[in-house]
C-alpha cells in the first residue's frame, strides 16, 4: 500500500496511515457482504506483514545487516496487538468476523538469528514461549473483548523437515511450538472465541 511506503519514509504520519487503513478495509468489508461471506476479515491491511507489528514487545533490536529486527532479550509486552484491528471490525463488520494472529513460532525463525549479534543467550524454545504468553493473552483479551473467531497463522512447521537445517533439536522444538500454539488457542477458546489454525 502506498500510505505505508509514505508512512515509513516520513511523508505520511500514523493518523494519515490509518484513515488509509480505515478507507480499504471499509472496502473490503463491502466487497466481502457482497459475495455473502459469513465471517469477514479485514484483509490484515493495518500490517506490514501477516506476522504483525512486533513493536508491542521489549527485546528486539535492528539488524544491522538487512530491515529486520532481531531477538536481543527475553521478549516482555508493551502493549496490544490486535485490539485496533478488532475494535475496528467490532464497529464496522456488520456481523461475524476473525482476527489473526500468528503461532509463536513464526517470531522465533524469523527473528532469532545467532549470527546476527543478537540472541543474548535466548535459544529458540526459550523464545517460542516468550511469544506464547504474549500471544495468549492477547488471545484471551481479544475474545473478552467480544472477536468471535481467531485464527493462528501457522504455516512454519514445514521448515522443521528440511534436512539441510543443522544446528537445531527438531522435537524439542516441535514439542515447544505445539505447546506455545495450544496456549494460544485454549486462551481464546477459553474466552469464548471460535478457533482455527492456518498451516
Request: aromatic residues 6%; contains cysteine.
Amino acid at each position: 500500500m502506498t500510505a505505508r511506503v509514505d508512512f515509513l519514509a516520513g511523508r505520511v504520519d500514523r493518523e494519515g496511515l490509518r484513515a488509509e487503513e480505515d478507507r480499504a478495509i471499509l472496502t473490503a468489508l463491502r466487497h466481502q457482504r457482497e459475495c455473502g461471506l459469513d465471517v469477514l476479515t479485514d484483509g490484515e491491511f493495518r500490517r506490514a506483514s501477516f506476522v504483525t507489528e512486533d513493536g508491542e514487545a521489549e527485546g528486539f533490536a535492528e539488524a544491522p545487516y538487512r530491515h529486520a529486527r532481531v531477538v536481543s532479550g527475553r521478549l516482555q509486552p508493551l502493549g496490544r496487538i490486535a485490539d485496533v484491528e478488532a475494535s475496528f471490525m467490532r464497529d464496522h463488520a456488520e456481523g461475524s468476523f476473525k482476527i489473526t494472529l500468528p503461532s509463536p513460532v513464526l517470531l522465533a525463525q524469523a527473528a532469532f538469528r545467532s549470527d546476527a549479534g543478537g540472541g543474548a543467550g535466548v535459544s529458540s524454545p526459550e523464545l517460542i514461549a516468550d511469544a506464547a504468553t504474549i500471544l495468549a493473552g492477547e488471545a484471551a483479551r481479544l475474545a473478552a473483548g467480544g472477536v468471535p473467531y481467531l485464527q493462528l497463522d501457522a504455516p512454519g512447521y514445514a521448515r522443521w523437515a528440511d534436512p539441510n537445517l543443522a544446528g537445531i533439536d527438531r522435537d524439542e522444538l516441535m514439542r515447544v511450538a505445539i505447546a506455545g500454539d495450544n496456549r494460544v488457542l485454549e486462551a481464546a477458546r477459553a474466552g469464548g472465541a471460535m478457533t482455527a489454525v492456518h498451516c
